[in-house]
Each structure stands twice: as structure tokens, then as C-alpha cells.
């Protein structure tokens, strides 16, 4: 089993920053996708941005949805087995809960949310215009 918890979700205005933490405990070297999805009120669950954990070669590879390519960052530390979403230049329509989540399955990893195994309790981010 893993445990993902999340961290720094908070209220901003537009064009600010923030950086969201996902800290993984238990079998995380059982984990080969990561990745951080999020919802809006009255909306599906949508993925923001996937990192292949696993051995490539040439390093993980990032994937980002077209809504936040060039502005969100997704990153890890190995060794703080914790995860990261940098935000910048927020804007109101990424107002939403993100959640952070993993999977033992294997690259490719997926855009779809039922591919995951594993869900944090998910963080609110508020960006006011």
C-alpha cells in the first residue's frame, strides 16, 4: 500500500504562484506514474500534469495538459519521496481541489483517473481574479 498526502493548496490572485507537496509513504518503490489531477466545482476530475517514475534511460519524462504546458512544473525528490507541482502565473479557471495520486502500473502512464490506484485527500487552490 502507499499514502500520499498533500500540502500547499491556499488562496492567491491571479498571476501569483504556489507549490503543491505530495509526500508518499509505504511501497512507493512499487510506484512507476505519478501524477496530479484536479477538480472544479460542477466538473470531472482532470489530469494537470504525469511523471514516469521509472527507469527510462534518459531520465522521466513530464506530460502536461494544454491548459497549463508552460506555466506548471511537475517534479520529484527521490529522496524526500515527495512530489511536486509548481504553479505559476495561476489563473481563475485553476481554481479547484488537486489531488495528487500514483499507480504501480507501468509507462505509459494514462490521462485517465481510474488508471491510479492510489489518491490523496486532495488540497484546494483558490485563484482570485
Known amino acids: 500500500q502507499v499514502q500520499l498526502v498533500e500540502s500547499g493548496g491556499g488562496s492567491v490572485q491571479a498571476g501569483g504562484s504556489l507549490r503543491l507537496s505530495c509526500a508518499a509513504s509505504?511501497?512507493?518503490?512499487?510506484?512507476?506514474?505519478m501524477a496530479w489531477f484536479r477538480q472544479a466545482p460542477g466538473k470531472e476530475r482532470e489530469g494537470v500534469a504525469i511523471?514516469?517514475?521509472?527507469?527510462?534511460?534518459?531520465?522521466?519524462?513530464?506530460a502536461y495538459a494544454d491548459s497549463v504546458k508552460g506555466r506548471f512544473t511537475i517534479s520529484r525528490d527521490n529522496a524526500k519521496n515527495t512530489l511536486y507541482l509548481q504553479m505559476n502565473s495561476l489563473k481563475p479557471e485553476d481554481t479547484a481541489i488537486y489531488y495528487c495520486t500514483a499507480t504501480p502500473r507501468s509507462f505509459p502512464c494514462s490521462w485517465r483517473s481510474d488508471f491510479y490506484n492510489y489518491w490523496g485527500q486532495g488540497t484546494q487552490v483558490t485563484v482570485s481574479s
Open positions: 509505504g511501497y512507493t518503490n512499487s510506484i512507476y506514474c
Open positions: 511523471l514516469y517514475t521509472g527507469y527510462t534511460g534518459g531520465g522521466s519524462r513530464p
